[in-house]
């Protein structure tokens, strides 16, 4: 992943550029913590060769995976960077996958493996966002108190 800083400011911006093979999720955890980064959004373009995303099941409060092992265009990644509630970034990101026949998949992105480039485009902010422990969803969201 090559990354740079392209606007600055009250926060600054950043484009991460992926290249066969890399993971996108570790890349994009690896580029908030180095640039410390505690709260930013984010939006992404490209195409994958592999890839795990899941979908929220308010039933069993957990994900459940979808994996998929075949050439996808990255039709839309969207998330946002907050810390932890140990204080460690996290990455949020949804993806909308597209198949050659014009069908689409997508969900909670947990893992991406790029094939040939993905294109992503980060807005960090000054403030910080933090996370906090949710027990009747059993989930860390974002607490705007914190």
Sequence with gaps: MKVRQIGKGDGSSYVAIFRTGEEAMQG????????GLQAAHFHGIGALQAATFA??????????????????EILSLVGNMSLRPDGEPMIHAHITLGRPDGTTVG??????????TLEVFIEATPQTLRRAHDDESGLDLIDPDL
């Design 28 to 35: 994009l955890a690896s580029l908030a913590k180095d640039e």
């Design 55 to 72: 979908f929220f099941d308010w039933n069993i409060k957990g994900y459940r995976d979808i994996t998929v092992d075949e050439q996808f």
């Design 107 to 116: 969900g909670h992105l947990k893992e991406a493996h790029i094939r040939p």
